[in-house]
């Protein structure tokens, strides 16, 4: 989750860790605290944020508020959605993968760009695709099914080198 940095709380005084990456430093809360197989302390922790070094107050994330306040973060002000699928075609019709889908899959070339935006936005989702029942909403309003994107995908067969192991 990205940080809001006008929301600062204090500090927790326990349970937490701090850890320096670069110029940041991030607080850890310890979720779980037992000995190893090897007899070694060890501990199980989640960020919960970053420390704001000029304050010393704590710029929590979602998992702050589900630990400590046991409910979900508060929605961010004055931020929009970058517009993934915006950016993702923006790159797609610069490199002229647009103009390719749309010339070799004259009906399918937006299914396509949606399932591979989606794909690069949740990882690797190809593998439970063709039996999940969940829509997707494409920005022209067009409501699919993300088992139309499986057939889509499984229908290209060696037709384009990404759905396959071939050299296409």
């Not at 944020?49 to 973060?73: F, V």
């Not at 961010?76 to 889908?101: E, N, P």
Request: net charge positive; hydrophobic share 35%.
């Amino acid at each position: 989750m990205a940080l809001d940095a006008t929301r600062k709380v204090p500090l927790p005084e326990h349970g937490v860790v701090k850890k320096r990456m670069g110029d940041k430093t991030y607080i850890y809360y310890a979720t779980a605290v037992y000995r190893n197989k090897k007899g070694q302390p060890t501990a199980d922790r989640v960020s919960i944020g970053r420390y704001d070094d000029e304050t010393g107050m704590l710029i929590p994330n979602r998992n702050y508020y589900e630990i400590y306040l046991k409910k979900p973060a508060p929605p961010m002000q004055g931020m929009w959605s970058s517009g993934t699928y915006a950016a993702f075609r923006g790159v797609c019709d610069h490199l002229g993968l647009t103009k390719i889908l749309k010339s070799y899959f004259p009906e399918n070339w937006e299914l396509m760009l949606t399932a591979a935006q989606y794909m690069l936005s949740e990882g690797n989702v190809m593998y439970y695709l063709k039996t999940t029942r969940r829509a997707i909403r494409h920005p022209s309003g067009k409501m699919w099914m993300m088992p139309e994107s499986a057939v889509c995908f499984l229908s290209c067969g060696k037709k384009i080198c990404f759905c396959s192991s071939g050299n296409g």
